[in-house]
């Protein structure tokens, strides 16, 4: 798994200015510094995973464009809506559960579909609308991905928090790094909650192109690899 210190973006380079130009079109404060560095690595991490990262972070806009891409729990408009407690939480952090990701790849020419449990409440300009497609769905039922897209329709999927990091890298069992729904599912329903990680790894499987691949946290995950982790599941 990447470390912070790899995924480092110098402020000029494409990735960096990148960044900065969806910040402020979305009116990040200057405090928000967190919320940019978020954008950078989500930014960075992706394009390195589909090799259209150059040197000096620089971005091969033209191998983007020719991507179609899903982004699984893309960002909450209002997590409490999932539990009350989880918003009283989050506090300020919330801004940080906006969809930054699908902003940036779209800004950079990537066809991108979000889905997340609740529409995307922006907090930029008054009256100022998404222009990336989404899709409001609860992933805790990742079988209702067969209603809104047929088999192999992505180059790749990208997730972040949604499935949990121990999935990916055992050594990394932090709880606060996991989408609210999926820590309480896990939290209630243990069972469940492995067929829920199951049925996802298959759906995400499905909707991939044979060549594609997941970029899960930050890792990323080849097809063939996605059945290997499902049957891993217990």
């Avoid at 969806?22 to 967190?34: I, S």
């Avoid at 559960?97 to 529409?119: F, K, N």
């Avoid at 729904?181 to 192109?209: A, F, G, H, W």
């Amino acid at each position: 798994m990447n470390s912070p210190e790899d995924l480092r973006v110098d402020p000029n380079s494409d990735v960096g200015r990148l960044a900065t130009e969806v910040a402020n079109r979305y009116k990040l404060r200057p405090d928000e510094t967190d919320t940019v560095n978020r954008i950078t690595i989500s930014v960075k991490s992706f394009a390195q995973s589909q090799n259209a990262l150059g040197p000096n972070d620089s971005i091969d806009t033209a191998k983007l464009r020719k991507l179609k891409c899903l982004d699984l729990a893309c960002g909450n408009g209002n997590v409490s809506g999932v539990d009350p407690r989880i918003s009283e939480i989050m506090g300020p952090l919330r801004r940080r559960m906006e969809p930054w990701l699908c902003r940036s790849l779209h800004q950079a020419g990537v066809d991108i579909t979000g889905i997340d449990i609740y529409y995307p409440q922006y907090e930029g300009t008054k009256g100022k609308s998404e222009e990336w497609k989404f899709v409001q769905m609860n992933l805790t039922k990742p079988k209702d991905l067969q209603r809104h897209f047929r088999d192999k329709t992505f180059d790749a999927i990208v997730t972040t928090f949604f499935i949990l990091n121990e999935v990916i890298n055992p050594a990394s069992k932090d709880p606060f790094l996991n989408a609210p729904e999926i820590s309480m599912l896990m939290q209630q329903n243990p069972q469940r909650y492995y067929r829920t990680l199951r049925d996802l790894l298959s759906e995400m499987r499905r909707v991939l192109k044979n060549d594609g691949n997941a970029v899960i946290n930050h890792e990323k995950v080849e097809r063939p690899q996605l059945k290997t982790l499902e049957k891993a599941i217990r």
